[in-house]
């Protein structure tokens, strides 16, 4: 069963707009730290921004932040004033565990593509 | 220094060859993962080290074999491959495993682009 969703494959935005990216996610772990990733054309990927699962305020990083609703699972990611250098592939992603296992899981992606 | 290295950033090998993957981090991490990623796909968890002992094998093929020398370094020795596990081949590396408490994200290298022949 996937544990996380992304359900739009791909995205267009005007440079500086801002842009919501969706991210749905399963789990039954109390703890639990979720993700968001960014991967240039480049291959690497670039890490933008953490939630964890008993953080009471949503996480900021400069322009990203991250809409984290507990109760419906949704950790969707708002990126403010889009420049074209933020046109790649997003992925969320999902930590859980306790200390004798760590698994990082993936939802499969959305594209963003920024148009000038 | 928040850098992971891998080598080599591109490797063709043919199905009978033995060949290996390297990845360094000077952090003091102490998690370290491997990962495979097909175009257009979300990275593929394959193995995780904690402490410098393997604690997840996500049923890998015995083809892939992982190794951990050393805390700072990681290995994936590769042996008899298939066309098929073509893909980047991505190594990261956390400060903690994810039950230690903390955030700790994931430090990504830049990959290694494997071709099988």
């Known amino acids: 069963a996937q544990k996380i969703t992304q359900t739009q494959p791909g995205m267009f935005v005007q440079e500086k707009e801002a842009v919501t990216l969706d991210c749905t996610y399963d789990t039954s772990d109390q703890s639990y730290g979720l993700f968001w990733y960014k991967q240039p054309s480049s291959g690497e990927m670039i890490f933008l921004i953490y939630?964890?699962?008993?953080?009471?305020q949503n996480a900021t990083e400069g322009r990203y932040s991250l809409n984290f609703q507990k109760a419906r699972k949704s950790a969707n990611l708002v990126i403010s004033a889009s420049q074209l250098g933020d046109s790649a592939m997003y992925f969320c992603?999902?930590?859980?565990?306790?200390?004798?296992?760590?698994?990082?899981?993936f939802g499969p992606g959305t594209s963003l593509s920024v148009i000038p | 220094d928040t850098e992971v290295t891998q080598t080599p950033k591109h490797l063709v090998m043919g199905m009978t060859n033995k060949k290996s993957l390297k990845c360094e981090q000077h952090?003091?991490?102490?998690?370290m993962y491997w990962y495979k990623q097909k175009a257009k796909k979300p990275p593929e968890l394959m193995f995780v080290y904690s402490y410098e002992k393997l604690s997840i094998n996500e049923s890998v093929p015995s083809r892939f074999s992982p190794e951990c020398p050393n805390s700072s370094l990681l290995n994936l020795h590769l042996h008899a491959l298939q066309p098929e596990d073509s893909a980047l081949y991505l190594c990261a590396s956390s400060q903690e495993p994810f039950g230690a408490g903390g955030s700790y994200e994931q430090y990504f290298g830049p990959g290694t682009r494997l071709t099988v022949t």
């Open positions: 952090m003091g991490h102490r998690a």
């Open positions: 939630q964890g699962s008993y953080d009471e």
């Open positions: 992603a999902m930590r859980e565990g306790q200390t004798s296992y760590d698994k990082v899981i």
